[in-house]
């Protein structure tokens, strides 16, 4: 936290990609949902890109201070609407780590484009653009990798459940939504409490954010 008010550039940075990707992320679940015959977010007015309906309050102060790891409001879904429950249940919920990963990709693109056309751009603008691009690179990675986690309420433990045989499933569901949460706060946590010392969320995802970052910029 005391990172971003030493570096008010990165805060806005940060914040500019917190709209943005969050915004991004819940309307992928809703159009997704929407498309696959179940209108209970287009009826909540979720399938818009207006990040006022989407962000939750607590998750972006946890994104803020975190510098990626965060949430925005649950996307309402019921699947008992959908035409093949469980598969299309997979498909909504995936659109979520989906639409984070093609803003990666997007991100790449213009920071490709700008350093190849950018040269006539001031050079203020062209380093205020290039830092966003590859702060939207790098946040979207670690949302996408994030919200696989199979912890209940991130998109991984719906996935899981999804796929698991139906009375493994049940049993998976019932204790994420008892214990997932609180597990999961500790899990984000730990790093701040242990000095970076203990980091299991770090240790899981890191390697894969960094390789992927490596990869696109």
Not at 11 to 30: D, G, K, Q, W
Not at 64 to 71: A, K, P
Not at 75 to 85: G, M, S
Request: hydrophobic share 50%; glycine share 8%; net charge neutral.
């Amino acid at each position: 936290m005391l990172t971003l008010f030493r570096d008010p550039q990165y805060f806005v940075l940060l914040c500019l990609t917190m709209l943005i990707s969050l915004t991004f992320h819940e309307f992928a679940h809703a159009w997704t949902a929407y498309k696959l015959n179940d209108d209970t977010a287009y009826r909540e007015g979720r399938v818009t890109l207006n990040p006022i309906v989407h962000l939750d309050l607590m998750g972006s102060i946890v994104f803020l201070i975190s510098g990626g790891f965060g949430w925005a409001r649950p996307v309402p879904v019921n699947p008992t609407n959908f035409k093949q429950p469980r598969r299309d249940d997979i498909l909504v919920t995936g659109a979520g780590p989906a639409s984070n990963l093609l803003l990666s990709l997007i991100s790449a693109g213009l920071l490709f484009a700008l350093a190849r056309f950018g040269g006539s751009l001031p050079a203020e603008v062209n380093g205020f653009l290039s830092h966003f691009f590859r702060v939207m690179v790098y946040v979207n990675l670690v949302l996408a990798f994030f919200n696989l986690i199979p912890l209940f309420p991130l998109d991984g433990s719906h996935i899981v459940t999804n796929l698991l045989p139906l009375n493994q499933a049940y049993r998976f569901k019932r204790f994420n939504e008892e214990y997932g949460g609180w597990t999961l706060m500790i899990l984000i946590a730990l790093p701040y409490f242990t000095q970076g010392n203990i980091s299991p969320i770090g240790w899981t995802i890191r390697p894969l954010i960094e390789f992927f970052y490596r990869l696109l910029v």
